[in-house]
């Protein structure tokens, strides 16, 4: 799964403060997700679609949730 994301839109969230944030980007069916603070060098996690649907599907019904993440 080999994207090229040196081109890629990069969009983060509107409510994001200046201390940083995710970013992102999808690009040859690829998403890629950064940190903000980092985005010239840092690493970048890549994602299928499928894999992405999933963990939105995950966060929407609150998979995440920190007290169900510590039990």
Same mark, same amino acid.
């Given at each position: 799964?080999?994207?090229?994301? *040196?081109t890629? !839109?990069? !969009?983060? +969230?509107? &409510?994001? *403060?200046? *201390? *940083?944030? #995710?970013? #992102?980007?999808?690009? @040859?069916?690829? &998403? @890629? #997700?950064?940190?903000?603070?980092? /985005?010239? +060098?840092?690493? &970048?996690?890549?994602?299928?679609?499928?894999?992405? +649907? /999933?963990?939105?599907? @995950?966060?929407?019904? @609150?998979?995440?949730?920190?007290?169900?993440?510590?039990?």
């Open positions: 799964m080999q994207s090229d994301f *040196g890629a !839109r990069w !969009r983060k +969230s509107t &409510i994001s *403060g200046d *201390g *940083g944030c #995710v970013e #992102v980007a999808y690009t @040859g069916g690829t &998403i @890629g #997700v950064r940190d903000s603070k980092d /985005a010239g +060098s840092g690493p &970048i996690l890549r994602f299928s679609q499928r894999e992405w +649907s /999933a963990f939105l599907a @995950g966060a929407h019904s @609150g998979e995440f949730e920190l007290d169900e993440l510590t039990t």
